[in-house]
């Protein structure tokens, strides 16, 4: 199992404090370091200093480290062309010699969208160019080099495009899809993706998603292997007290945590982890809310990172 570190700088981060994350992400042995990708806060939180761009972010980042991997969880689809994205994205990968993978959605916070101006069509839309993004993108950065790309579709149009910079790493970046749909989500994920993602979920309804995809990769004849992972909050505590002050800092209960994240003790979140792992999940994106605990990433990492 590796566990990679999720952040959500929307809530209120500087560059400086996402900087000193990665760091610590990495020197503690941690897979990852991510980050999603939102353009104003949730809920009751200042969200000061505002909010940061995920792809200039990461393209800092990837040169201030070396070995982690570095990603979104996920890129929203209504933020960017995919012509755009797809340069951005390589680029980020080339800055750090192969080390991005790439989460993309459909986006979904609509307020962020009115905030700034960004149109937000309906879903089954949003689904649309969803899959018309990830065929241009993946398609720009698999052209070989010196011929051309072209794409014709309902939302998006290419023609000739020299299909350029490529990635790092051959073919492009892996993608990541997730989400809990039933239907739509299960065939893009068998269709396009090296990671399916489900966040946010207790083990059970989890397991059902994974169920779903195994059963669309079967329908559609796939057989390269698919990555599983989950994404949990995660509230770690030597003990009572320690676990209290922490889930106080991220204004969330610790009965609600127990319940719809990985909290308690090193020992209960390692448990916690093994069930998702029996599931078949790889990778558990741990959600750290409170991101100027570095000791919060330290318990972590010597408690639970060691045991699983």
């Known amino acids: 199992m590796r566990l990679r570190i999720f952040t959500e700088p929307q809530q209120g981060a500087s560059y400086e404090t996402l900087l000193s994350v990665a760091k610590a992400t990495e020197d503690l042995g941690f897979d990852a370091f991510f980050r999603s990708d939102h353009y104003t806060k949730m809920g009751n939180v200042s969200g000061l200093p505002g909010p ?17 991997r570095l990603g979104t969880l996920v890129t929203a689809g209504t933020f960017r062309y995919p012509g755009p994205l797809a340069i951005s994205v390589a680029q980020v990968d080339q800055m750090s010699g192969g080390r991005v993978d790439f989460g993309i959605g459909t986006g979904w916070f609509e307020e962020e969208h009115v905030q700034y101006g960004i149109p937000f069509p309906s879903l089954k839309e949003r689904f649309e160019r969803l899959e018309e993004q990830i065929r241009i993108v993946t398609g720009l950065w698999g052209t070989p080099d010196g011929e051309t790309f072209s794409f014709a579709g309902e939302h998006y149009t290419l023609k000739d495009s020299p299909a350029l910079p490529k990635p790092a ?6 993608v990541i899809l997730g989400g809990l749909g039933p239907k739509r989500t299960p065939r893009l994920a068998a269709a396009y993706a090296d990671e399916y993602n489900v966040p946010f979920h207790q083990v059970e309804d989890t397991g059902g998603a994974f ?36 889930a106080d800092a991220i204004g969330r209960g610790v009965d609600e945590l127990r319940q719809n994240g990985l909290a308690g003790t090193p020992a209960e979140v390692v448990e916690k982890i093994g069930r998702f792992g029996e599931l078949g999940a790889e990778r558990i994106y741990l959600q750290v809310l409170d991101l100027s605990d570095l000791d919060h990433l330290e318990l972590l990492a010597s408690e639970v990172l060691a045991k699983v």
């Open 211 to 246: 169920d779903r995809v195994r059963a669309a990769c079967r329908d559609a004849g796939r057989t390269k292997p698919i990555v599983y992972s989950a994404a949990q909050v995660v509230c770690c505590g030597r003990d009572e007290a320690e676990l209290a002050r922490r």
């Open 52 to 68: 940061t761009d995920s792809w200039v972010t990461l393209g800092a980042l990837a040169r201030e480290t070396s070995r982690i």
């Open 169 to 174: 790493q051959a073919g492009g970046p892996p």
